[in-house]
């Protein structure tokens, strides 16, 4: 199928549309092999995607786990802004799947915590992963300075860069950029490529010069999510404003 994206007249729509797709391909993988591995991206541009996943009656969650890929370090699951917390609350609590595996940015050694993941993620197939795009261009927090397409890591320490720090205030996760941490712990760019399909929800105007970078652009370190484009079965969920700058609307 290779790599495509669809634009929609709301961000609803696109949610739903995307929800139907990766509902689609949890399906299968239960089907075919008995569970599936999904690793889920958090953030405000993924709310009305789960929202719409997750009020769906007819996947088969008792046999999904899941993943996530990333996390501040540092940072305890209670915290509004955790990633542990959004994925519990949005996802985990309203359909109980078979297991949830979480990153503990708050482990008192990140190496070790990159290493007992890095074996959780790697114990078999993933068949799906939800990404995002940030404003940046970056795709779970593998931020351009950091980010590297021949990764050897699956999981490792990142520090986050001023662009990156300014979108979490900007989206109200923060009081304040001091407030945001500068380090999290991030699947890097070949984990997430590892997974067998991809469902990429990225709405909204602040959006759209990363998804032109993306979709139009060089494909490069420099913009993260470009490397989308190389995986065998990507799929970008677009509104009208995050795809106001594309050349051709699909």
């Given at each position: ?64 786990e899941i993943f996530h890929m990333d ?180």
């Amino acid at each position: 199928m290779g790599f495509s994206w669809q634009v929609f007249d709301s961000r609803q729509q696109l949610g739903e549309a995307a929800a139907a797709r990766a509902a689609e391909l949890i399906r299968s993988a239960v089907a075919q092999r008995g569970r599936a591995r999904v690793i889920v991206a958090t953030g405000n541009s993924q709310l009305a995607f789960i929202d719409a996943l997750t009020a769906m009656q007819d996947i088969p969650w008792e046999a999904t786990e899941i993943f996530h890929m990333d996390e501040y370090a540092g940072m305890p699951d209670t915290h509004p802004a955790s990633f542990r917390k959004w994925i519990r609350e949005r996802v985990v609590d309203k359909v109980r799947p078979a297991a949830a595996h979480y990153i503990n940015g708050d482990a008192p050694e990140l190496k070790a915590e990159c290493e007992r993941y890095t074996l959780l993620l790697n114990a078999a197939p993933v068949d799906l992963a939800f990404v995002g795009i940030g404003e940046n261009g970056h795709i779970a927090f593998n931020d351009p300075h950091v980010a590297n397409f021949r990764d050897p890591l699956t999981i490792k320490v990142v520090d986050l860069d001023e662009a990156c720090r300014k979108q979490q205030v900007g989206e109200g996760h923060f009081p304040s950029f001091e407030s945001v941490p500068r380090e999290a712990l991030t699947l890097t760019c070949p984990a997430l490529m590892r997974a067998e399909h991809l469902v990429c929800c990225v709405p909204d105007a602040r959006k759209a010069n990363a998804v032109k970078c993306s979709v139009e652009g060089p494909i490069g370190e420099a913009c993260p999510g470009s490397l989308l484009r190389t995986h065998p079965d990507a799929t970008l969920y677009l509104d009208r404003q995050s795809a106001s700058l594309l050349a051709r609307s699909a």
